[in-house]
């Protein structure tokens, strides 16, 4: 039996600062919950999006690497390819209405396992899914500039690109605990604790794909919740005795990490539940300023200079997302 709960966040390698939370924020009406900086690159923002308290399962993490001299990278096997998010059963013609609306192009995705979801591209050329579910009762953000009726409710699932998922599917159970929940094709998919948004993992299988490489454009990896810091070094103990290459646990100021790849390469992320994002500005303040861990705050104002600036205040319900800096 696994303590490991349901999907963390995934994170990003992405381009420009503003026109990913533009796209983040505006278009997909995700909230920003922190402004932070990377922890190995205090020249790098680090944005989270979710849904109000950026509750684990919600959370997409990106690191706008434009203008630092990072390539962009290469989709690929070893890599997650596409991240859905989970939005209401009839929300489709909706979210096509305002994709279309904003001149962004809406792909036609592959259906799977009942599934159909829509397709955009971020402003990077990340692909991102939106994916009508009846099965979630997760509550949406309310105060940005999409509606209840439409608005995202959390990750729904991510899909890893495999040369051969079959070592993959086996790590995953054995180690982590995931289920199997149906084949299809060359889909696999696979449910840590029940079949639900926000618990599934897709593996797709093509032998003959390019090998991944990390850059702008590129998901870096995907983290999955676990209860606490105990069940976390219990798993760590568990991956080193298998022979795992782990990091030893992270400090991520919202939340503790441990870090491995699986066996076809994917970076996989172990972190805990809390404290979560309330732990250094207020519910109603979350993503307003800049926060910076603690051994970062001496330096904070030749951070605040180095980083590119933004406009982070989205306008509820307006198309237009952006107001002017106050
Ligand atoms: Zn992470």
Redesign the pocket.
């Known amino acids: 039996m696994s303590d490991v709960r349901h999907l963390?966040?995934?994170?990003a390698t992405v381009d420009r600062d503003q026109p990913d939370l533009g796209f983040f924020s505006g278009r997909l009406g995700l909230r920003l919950v922190k402004r932070t900086v990377n922890f190995d690159n205090h020249h790098v923002h680090h944005f989270y999006y979710g849904t109000e308290r950026g509750d684990p399962g919600t959370i997409w993490?990106t690191f706008p690497y434009g203008g630092q001299g990072v390539p962009a990278g290469v989709h690929g096997a070893g890599q997650i390819v596409a991240t859905a998010f989970s939005v209401p059963a009839r929300a489709a013609d909706g979210w096509r209405a305002r994709f279309e609306s904003a001149g962004l192009q809406v792909e036609k995705g592959t259906a799977r396992f009942g599934e159909d979801p829509l397709v955009v591209r971020d402003p990077s050329g990340l692909v991102i899914e939106l994916v009508p579910d009846a099965r979630d009762e997760r509550a949406p953000w309310r105060g940005g500039p999409v509606g209840a009726e439409l608005a995202i409710r959390g990750l729904h699932a991510v899909t890893l690109l495999l040369r051969d998922r079959a070592p993959t599917a086996a790590f995953l159970a054995e180690v982590l605990g995931l289920q199997l929940v149906r084949e299809e094709g060359d889909r696999t998919r696979l449910c840590i604790g029940r079949d639900a948004p926000g618990h599934l993992v897709d593996l797709v299988e093509s032998a003959g794909a390019p090998a991944a490489r990390n850059g702008l454009g590129t998901v870096?990896?995907?983290?999955f919740a676990i209860d606490g810091a105990e069940a976390q070094l219990r798993l760590r103990e568990e991956l080193v005795r298998r022979g795992v290459n782990v990091t030893p646990v992270r400090d991520?100021t919202y939340f503790q990490?441990i870090?491995f790849r699986e066996p076809g390469g994917v970076l996989l992320?172990i972190?805990t539940m809390s404290p979560g994002f309330t732990l250094d500005e207020p519910l109603a303040q979350l993503g307003r300023s800049l926060r910076l861990p603690p051994w970062e705050e001496a330096h904070r104002a030749e951070i605040e200079a180095a980083l590119p600036a933004v406009t982070t205040v989205v306008i509820a319900k307006s198309e237009n997302a952006f107001q002017s800096p106050a």
């Open positions: 963390h966040h995934v994170t993490t870096h990896h995907v983290a991520r990490s870090y992320e972190a």
